[in-house]
């Protein structure tokens, strides 16, 4: 099946510094990779659409210039949290979908704590 | 996209088939019905998605009533592994294929 992958699995930084998290599809080219922010006890929340080749799209009410995503290729994405606060601390977790498919595939997620 | 309605939770003992609803009246016809899985602490997981026909894979069976306004996942033989909380999402297929995630079904395998 296919699958996807996050780097890391989990991270602590420090208030301010910027963190990067890798989304990879490792046996399929993903043209669309999905970025979600999930809080304890809530359901995943959308926060961007990363096209390969082109800028992503930001849901309403997330701040594009504070999670920067790249997806430079069809098999990586991604998104850097500038900045930190402890606020931003949350699960982040990547989809991918193949082209030639209609479901998307998850990666583990990512545990962002910031201090 | 269209809502979802689920149940906030269910339980079902091991062993026997766990049959999940869900109702999405407001369907379009271009939208596909789509299961994923959480397990605590890990990534969604898909399970199955249909658009007008019943669908069976080796995880689970998906039946869409006739008029598409709600389906039913069945896990045929439910385990402990089961115990995830289930999203039922619409939505359609192609380049714009956002999944938006409701509260799902928190479904509790007990043995």
């Known amino acids: 099946g296919a699958v996807v992958s996050q780097h890391p699995s989990r991270v602590i930084c420090k208030s301010g510094t910027s963190v990067k998290i890798e989304c990879r599809s490792l046996?399929?080219?993903?043209?669309?990779m999905f970025w979600y922010r999930q809080f304890p006890k809530q359901s995943l929340m959308l926060m961007a659409t990363?096209?390969?080749?082109?800028?992503?799209?930001?849901e309403q009410g997330v701040e594009k210039d504070k999670f920067l995503i790249n997806h430079a290729s069809l098999t990586l994405s991604t998104l850097t949290v500038t900045s930190a606060h402890p606020e931003d601390s949350s699960f982040y977790i990547c989809?991918?979908?193949?082209?030639?498919?209609?479901?998307?595939?998850f990666g583990p997620g990512t545990r962002l704590t910031v201090l | 996209d269209a809502k979802t309605t689920q149940p906030p939770s269910m339980d079902c003992a091991e062993g026997r088939a766990a049959n999940l609803p869900c109702n999405h009246s407001t369907i379009s016809g271009n939208e596909y019905v789509y299961w994923y899985r959480q397990i605590h602490s890990q990534g969604p997981q898909y399970i199955i998605h249909g658009l007008k026909n019943n669908e069976t894979n080796e995880m689970a069976s998906l039946i869409i009533t006739e008029d598409r306004k709600s389906s039913t996942l069945i896990l045929p033989h439910a385990t402990l592994r089961d115990t995830a909380v289930y999203y039922c999402?619409?939505?359609?297929?192609?380049?714009?294929?956002?999944?938006?995630f409701g509260t799902g079904t928190l479904l509790a395998v007990q043995p």
């Open positions: 989809s991918a979908r193949d082209s030639s498919a209609t479901e998307q595939f």
């Open positions: 990363s096209n390969e080749g082109s800028k992503a799209t930001y």
């Open positions: 999402i619409v939505s359609p297929g192609g380049d714009t294929n956002k999944l938006i």
């Open positions: 046996d399929f080219q993903a043209t669309t």
